[in-house]
């Protein structure tokens, strides 16, 4: 994307914090609702792409329950949790202002330019938790300013790179990932490993992790208890995040998102890489088909890297495009 454009998109948005409820499953609750519209039968949705979001714990009791066969939006109003987790939601932008200085090693995207970028960050419930356990002081032991964070005072758990253009209606999922949840598990183990000699133990209390001693007990109350729900979710909640604010804010209903393989050579990423389910059992839960075509946008003005994979028969990308839902429903009903 042009920054100019990033800069357009955050500037017509509503300025400050949006708060984001989450808990598991929402994002099945989300996504078949989208499909459902104003009902549809349970032997429709069985027989769709959105089958396997009707085996989710909190939807099977739901479908279980329906005698009429008939399932509504309505009826996924009772699978809302009591007391969700609260995240905030905040934009920026990754890549350069000025194209020149674009960089493909570095930057990681899948075309010269920059990425909007979608963060999700902790409630202050988390934040006093956070504190009176780990005690940074100014340090940030679980973050680092190099990656695409918020700034301000926000604690960004996870954060989704994305290439929008708004004349083809499409977006492209370029990243998703999480530096606080991978520190944190890291600064636990490495805890964990010292700490197996009961001498070294004793001798041992607090841990120094990227410029701050934390207290070894404190820190597995932190990962262990704090984080626990967290670990479970942030994933499925920072994609339900990026299509609720695709879809619902900017009315992208053709969505993309990078194979783990090809998405890598376009993007330069060498070394160990991302971790693979991130790129293929996420977005595989979602709903995403496997298709052997790139974004309209990516096609028309194409690397040299996507030229190769094109002419090599290796073009991989996740697809949701609801638009195609729709024709295909409306079908289904004549």
């Known amino acids: 994307m042009e920054f100019e454009a ?10 400050g914090r949006t708060l984001f409820y989450y808990f598991p499953d929402r994002y099945a609750i989300y ?7 104003e009902g549809r039968a349970v032997a ?3 027989s769709s792409s959105f089958a396997k979001l009707l085996q989710r714990p909190t939807l099977k009791s739901i479908v279980g329950k329906k005698g009429d066969g008939h399932l509504s939006t309505d009826d996924l109003g009772a699978a809302w949790a009591v007391e969700p987790e609260c995240y905030l939601l905040t934009l920026g932008s990754w890549g350069p202002e000025k194209r020149n200085r674009w960089s493909h090693y570095y930057h990681q995207t899948s075309r010269p330019g920059a990425n909007l970028v979608l963060q999700l960050n902790f409630s202050s419930r988390h934040n006093r938790s956070y504190r009176a356990l780990i005690k940074p002081g100014r340090a940030a032991p679980f973050q680092t300013s190099v990656h695409p964070i918020a700034r301000r005072g926000f604690h960004t758990l996870a954060w989704a790179r ?3 253009d708004l004349d083809t209606g499409e977006a492209l999922i370029e990243e998703v990932q999480t530096d606080w949840l991978r520190y944190a598990q890291s600064a636990k183990r490495r805890a964990d490993t010292w700490h197996t000699d009961p001498e070294m133990r004793r001798a041992l209390e607090t841990i120094y992790f990227n410029g701050v001693d934390i207290d070894v007990k404190a820190l597995q109350t932190y990962v262990d208890e704090v984080l626990r729900v967290h670990l479970r979710v942030w994933d499925e909640a920072m994609l339900t995040a990026v299509f609720e604010f695709l879809l619902d804010e900017l009315g992208v209903r053709r969505i993309y998102y990078h194979d783990y393989d090809c998405g890598r050579r376009l993007k330069s990423i060498a070394g160990s890489g991302p971790p693979r389910s991130v790129y293929s059992r996420l977005p595989s839960r979602f709903c995403f088909a ?9 096609m028309s003005k194409p690397t040299r890297t996507l030229r190769t994979l094109v002419r090599a028969g290796h073009l991989r990308f996740w697809k949701l495009d609801f638009d ?8 289904s009903m004549h």
Do not use: N, Q, T
């Open 44 to 46: 429709e949705v069985k």
């Open 31 to 37: 996504l078949l609702s989208r499909y459902l519209g």
């Open 290 to 298: 496997k298709v052997s075509e790139a974004p309209e946008f990516l």
């Open 162 to 164: 994305l290439d929008v």
């Open 6 to 15: 990033i800069r357009e998109i955050i500037a017509c948005l509503p300025r």
């Open 324 to 331: 195609d839902l729709d024709h295909a429903a409306g079908r």
